[in-house]
Each structure stands twice: as C-alpha cells, then as structure tokens.
C-alpha cells in the first residue's frame, strides 16, 4: 500500500480533517496511517475498549500508541494501527492470535525453565475507521525503550556482555517461533524493547512480527516476491533470495552481534545498502570464509562466541534445525569467563571491557572496517545454481495472508522437538522514497504461482543473478527480464518489503540494470524493460515481452543507437491489494493507466 515515508519521530495527535483521504505526502511512494487523536476509543473484536493515549513510535509503516483500557488509568498497553491494507500488520497479527499465545509461552518457559522470555502476545485485535479510511490495530503489552537508543548514546556499540545476554535471550526467542513453524526475519536493535516495571529492564522483547513467514522445510527455491525482504544491513542471504529458514534468523542476530560490538559492517562502510544485490553479494563473500572475514573486521581478536556462532551458521543446512542450546553455550560460557552474571537488568553502561577476546577497537574503525571491506569485497559467488530457479514453495505459502482463518500447514508445533535444557539455563525521506510496502494481501486472494522449472538443490546457493530470472507470475506483469537489482534507495536500518514487481523473463537472457527512480508521485508502477534492436537489425516480431499500456510512454531516447532500454513505466490503480477492484483495474491490459510523472532512469553498464 502506498504510504509516505516520515521520520521516525514521535508525533502528536494530527488535526486531521474529518473527511480528508489518507495522507500522502507529496513526492513520497507510500502512505501513512490516519493520526489517533489522544483519548479516541478504539472498539476490538471482543468489544473490549480501549483509549489511545500519546504516540509513542512511529515504524516504518505505522503508528504505535500508548493505550488503556477505557475505564483505566495505566497506559500498560500499546495499539499498532495501520492501513487495512497493509499486510505486515495483518501478518503479525495472525502470528500473534495463532502462534503466540499466552497459554503457549507459558508453556514453552516451563520446558526451557525460563523465568522470563522476549516473546510478546496480543491483547486485542480489531477494524477501525480513522478519517474515513479503514485501519487495522493490535493491542499489545507496553514495552520500554528500544535497544537501539542505547546503541546510538554509546557511539554505536554495546557492552559486550550485554550483547551476550541478548544474544541468550533472542536465541530463546528464536526457538520459540522456530517451534511454531515461524521465522521472525527481522531482527534489529529498534525491535527489541526492554521490558517495563519491576524487573523489566532485565529482560528484552523482540517485536515486530510483520514479516514473519513458514520456514521452509523442502527445497531451496528463490522467490522473487520475498528477495531483499528485511532491514537491507541485517538481512540473511536466503532472505536475499526470498526462503525463509532458520538459519537465515540466526545469520541476521550474527551480523546484528557484530554492529553491537561495535564494528560497522562491511557493506554499510562500502555504503552498499541502496543495491541490495550488491549487499547480497558482500553478504555471499562475507560468510564463504566467515572466520577470514571476522579476523579482518576484529583485527585485536574476534570475540570467540562471536566467531564460533558464526562459523556454525554458515555451515547450517538451509532446512537444518539450529542447535540452540549449542550457540546458547557459546554465549554463556563467554559470560562466566566474563564473570557476568546473565540475571539482574541488562546494563547499557560501556565500562572497560573484561574479556580477553572482545573487540577493543573503537567503533567502526576504519582500520578494522577498511580491511573486512576488503575481505568482504563483492566477488561472485561460487556456486551458482540453474539460471531457471524459480519462485513459489509450498512453504511461501504464508497462510496469514492467504487464508486468515484457518491453519495452513498441519501443525508445525505439535511436531517441533523440544529440545530438553543441557545445563540449568544460565545459559529514505524526501529523496528517498526508500520502502517498497506493497505486498498486501490481506484478503487471502491467492495470487497466480510460477511453475517450478528447477530447484536448487538444498545447500546450493543460487547466484543471486539467476536468482533474479523469475518465471512471472502475475500475467499482466512487465514481461522484461531483469535483476532485483532495481530497487529504491533502502533507508539506513529501516524494513523493506519485496514490491513483488519483479517481471517475466522474455528470454534466457538476464540484464541487470541499476535504476533510480524518482517518482514523484503516490503509486505502485509496473516497469516494463525492452532492449531494442540494434540500428539496422531486420525487423523481428516484438514477442511476448513487449507489453504495452495505453498511457505507457518510453523514456530513453528513441535517438540513440546501438541496443537500449526502452522503459515503460505503468501506474497500478488502487492500494496494491491483490483482488481490489481497484487493483484488478490495474491490472487489466486494457484499463487506462495514468501517466506518470517525474521519472529519471539511469543505466549503468557493466
Ligand atoms: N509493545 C511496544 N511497546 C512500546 N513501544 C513499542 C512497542 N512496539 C513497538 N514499539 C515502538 O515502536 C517502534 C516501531 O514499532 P514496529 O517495529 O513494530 O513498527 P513497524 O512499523 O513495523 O516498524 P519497522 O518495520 O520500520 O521496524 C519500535 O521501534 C518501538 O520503539
């Protein structure tokens, strides 16, 4: 769903005029919510009421509130509302109602002899309409500060006992959701919030479930829906090619451990984050010899649980259970050589560091990053699998968004082991319209699947160019072949979700083209890419890729000689909503589409 970006600041209630459509700032892709005024209430599904209090976050997508419920004077809850349409929200709602529950949690601490867990649940759910627009909200526990404020007050890093202790308490976490057939896919500072009240401070809380899907269990098949899918400088390598798995959360809590740290990552100081398949290739580099590139960014000694950690992920199958308690050990061990104690408040004080492996150098020195950049220099991948890997698994299929009422795979959770305790658990803005927030499916509306033409065999990494040669799904998507290398700028630490834009291959040919797009205006566009023929080569029919709209204009010269790239930009009606009318007028050849305006494209050759 179109929404506009803003910063992240916390922002008072909005005199927002009654009838007035859902604000969309000018230049900006997306849409935000309808602003809460202070005092509304909000009636769930239940019919439990509930008053909003002051904003207290502004996410990526939507607008975090303080509530109560009506009658009370404790602002202990949070209401997360977002446009109806957006489907992370109702992802992580789904997560929450199916796989989150109280009874659930308490459960799962029983068996691990938890006292506490960073497992958030729902308190209510429901519809609401703000200003004329429908919206969404959850209701959940308040949490306090998130742990990203205090990682930027200590000059971006964290005492590195802390780090162990959150790294302890997200693996639990992990294994949780893993047991419920989830992964969570987005782990950050920003979404792990400390605790509130008494003793609160001394456990953290992962939020933020909207991407959270199946993780596969079969083949590693790429999809081009979900490539990129996260926070660009944390995002797994299989996310980068769109398969959820295991691994893929605990490669994500690896490269958060080492920014931490205090160590920048490699892609972040060679400023890569606006080609997420430059990222993916760094990424590819990184953990091929993750040992080599961690001594490199570690130039004083790689942290030992660090290194074991990471060695361990990278050699992870990509439908392997993870054996939580082994990495637990790494990380509890380090502790008590440490002699910290992992009870008591996490402290976010740097004090002179106590290990004898930890990192001593300053944060993001450029030494240490300078030679890990090189280290981690974007080389192409070794193994490269078929060119024809395709899209769509069984376990793509994210029953939240498809199917919001019923189960949709035969209970992941009653069949997940339970491992038994080994030891006593002590163990973008204004020029940069950055988020691609369409992938909304929140009506269930199947969308048409690819037909596999060949899988990469399970360890085999796809190479993230024939990775980028999807079979098209959607029939009157642009029938262009080309990378997912097209892609708005992502803004520094903020989630990006797959715009599911990624075109038809025409032919077996694959380009890859860098684009810039300036977009001033609020729509989802299809881009259609044709390589003209060279000057003077016979006329050929167009083929199948040419697709045309009525309102598609071309925007290289028609001038220049030798092949270019013709690039027909189509604005897609509606909110993106697959099974809208509006959505289904966009995507009807015939239907009108408006022009665009404002849009520059750059191509970059090879
Ligand atoms: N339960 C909560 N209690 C207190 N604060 C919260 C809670 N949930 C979220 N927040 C605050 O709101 C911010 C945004 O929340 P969240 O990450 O869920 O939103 P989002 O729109 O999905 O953001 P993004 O996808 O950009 O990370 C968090 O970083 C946190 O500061």
Redesign the pocket.
């Known amino acids: 769903m179109p929404r506009a970006v803003k910063p992240k600041t916390a922002a008072g209630p909005s005199p927002a005029k009654k009838t007035a459509p859902a604000k969309k700032a000018k230049g900006k892709l997306y849409a935000m919510p309808e602003k809460l005024k202070e005092g509304t209430v909000l009636q769930d599904l239940a019919k439990g009421k509930w008053c909003i209090g002051p904003s207290?976050?502004?996410?990526?997508?939507?607008e975090?509130y303080a509530a109560a419920r009506a009658g009370e004077k404790n602002y202990d809850a949070?209401v997360?509302c977002e446009p109806h349409g957006n489907g992370?929200l109702f992802v992580e709602m789904h997560f929450y109602l199916r796989n989150a529950k109280q009874d659930d949690i308490k459960q799962f601490k029983q068996q691990r002899g938890l006292k506490t867990l960073g497992m958030?649940y729902i308190l209510a759910s429901g519809s609401a309409d703000v200003n004329g627009q429908k919206h969404r909200f959850i209701v959940?526990?308040?949490?306090?500060s998130?742990i990203s404020k205090f990682f930027k007050e200590n000059g971006k890093r964290l005492p590195e006992g802390t780090v162990y202790r959150l790294a302890l308490q997200m693996l639990d976490v992990y294994q949780f959701m893993h047991s419920t057939g989830y992964v969570h896919a987005?782990l950050k500072a920003?979404?792990i919030?400390l605790g509130q009240g008494k003793a609160g401070a001394a456990q953290a809380y992962l939020?933020?479930f909207?991407l959270a899907s199946h993780f596969v269990t079969g083949e590693f098949k790429p999809d081009p829906k979900k490539m990129h899918n996260g926070t660009i400088e944390y995002t797994s390598r299989d996310a980068h090619l769109g398969v959820p798995t295991r691994r893929a959360d605990l490669e994500i809590l690896g490269y958060n451990i080492i920014e931490w740290l205090g160590v920048e990552l490699p892609w972040v100081t060679q400023k890569l984050l606006a080609v997420p398949l430059k990222v993916q290739k760094a990424k590819e580099a990184f953990m091929e010899d993750v040992g080599a590139a961690l001594k490199a960014l570690f130039p004083k000694g790689v942290p030992v649980p660090l290194g074991e950690y990471m060695k361990y992920v990278a050699k992870l199958k990509h439908n392997e259970e993870p054996d939580y308690d082994k990495c637990r050990n790494w990380f509890s061990t380090a502790l008590k050589q440490m002699k910290i104690p992992n009870t008591g408040d996490l402290d976010f004080k740097i004090k002179p560091q106590s290990s004898s492996n930890n990192n001593h150098s300053p944060p993001g020195t450029s030494k240490a990053t300078a030679t890990a950049a090189a280290a981690a220099a974007p080389k192409r991948p070794k193994k490269v699998a078929s060119p024809d890997i395709i899209s769509d698994s069984e376990e793509e299929e994210e029953a939240p968004r498809r199917k919001p009422q019923a189960k949709a795979s035969p209970a992941p959770r009653r069949n997940a082991k339970v491992t038994p305790t080994i030891s006593p658990r002590k163990r973008y803005a204004e020029t940069s319209p950055t988020r691609k927030r369409v992938k909304t499916e929140p009506n269930g509306t199947p969308k048409p699947r690819a037909t596999p033409r060949a899988a990469a065999s399970p360890r085999a990494r796809a190479s993230p160019r024939s990775a980028a040669s999807p079979k098209a799904r959607t029939p009157n998507a642009a029938s262009a072949s080309f990378s997912p290398a097209l892609s708005l700028r992502a803004k520094h630490g903020?989630?990006v979700v797959n715009d599911d834009l990624t075109p038809k291959p025409r032919s077996n040919k694959t380009y890859e083209f860098n684009f810039e797009l300036d977009v001033s205006m609020d729509a989802n566009v299809i881009v259609n890419v044709k390589r003209k023929k060279k000057a003077g080569a016979k006329d050929q029919p167009t083929g199948e890729g040419d697709v045309k709209t009525p309102s598609s204009r071309s925007l290289a010269s028609s001038k220049e000689d030798t092949p270019v790239t013709r690039v027909n930009l189509r604005k897609v009606n509606g909110e993106g909503v697959p099974g809208s009318p509006l959505a289904a007028a966009a995507s009807s050849s015939s239907s009108p589409s408006p022009r665009t305006p404002a849009v520059t494209v750059r191509k970059y050759r090879r």
């Open positions: 207290i976050g502004i996410g990526g997508f939507g975090i949070v997360k992370p958030p959940m526990p308040r949490y306090g998130d987005d920003a979404n919030l939020v933020d909207g903020k989630t």
